[in-house]
């Protein structure tokens, strides 16, 4: 397990990075959910990484020490004019993240929300968590 550094959202840059290196995206987008996403100024396939928060499953020595578990959800948005590439995608990305590691620990696929389909676009969330130490 790594203990945190300086950047409590270091993953995020971490993510962004790992993700623009693969093949048929046209971008990777930071979001801060997907209510603020743009329908008509996105450039499809893309990836969208959110933060979606943490929990503190331990803490020990009056809070000096700490375990948190962030949440990180990866969106691919495509146009559903070609809906055909969603699923091609959706493989790239998962064997892309299979065993993937960052600067705060390893990232561990687990469930996600449903996907959603508005204004031409389908939305299809991938969740992964990380679980690292934080001490004083």
Not at 9 to 31: P, Q
Not at 53 to 79: E, F, M, R, Y
Request: charge should be positive; include cysteine; aromatic fraction near 8%.
């Amino acid at each position: 397990m790594l203990d945190l550094q300086e950047d409590y959202l270091a993953a995020e840059g971490h993510l962004v990075e790992k993700l623009g290196s693969i093949e048929g995206i046209r971008k990777v987008y930071c979001s801060c959910d997907l209510a603020e996403m743009k329908e008509e100024a996105q450039n499809t396939p893309a990836l969208h990484v959110i933060y979606n928060g943490d929990t503190v499953t331990n803490n020990a020595q009056g809070g000096a020490l700490s375990h948190p578990k962030q949440t990180w959800v990866i969106v691919l948005a495509v146009n559903l004019r070609k809906k055909g590439e969603a699923g091609v995608l959706l493989a790239k990305v998962l064997k892309h993240m299979a065993g993937a590691h960052g600067p705060l620990g390893s990232f561990k696929r687990v469930n996600a929300g449903r996907p959603s389909f508005t204004r031409g676009f389908g939305y299809y969330p991938m969740a992964y968590e990380i679980t690292f130490r934080v001490k004083r």
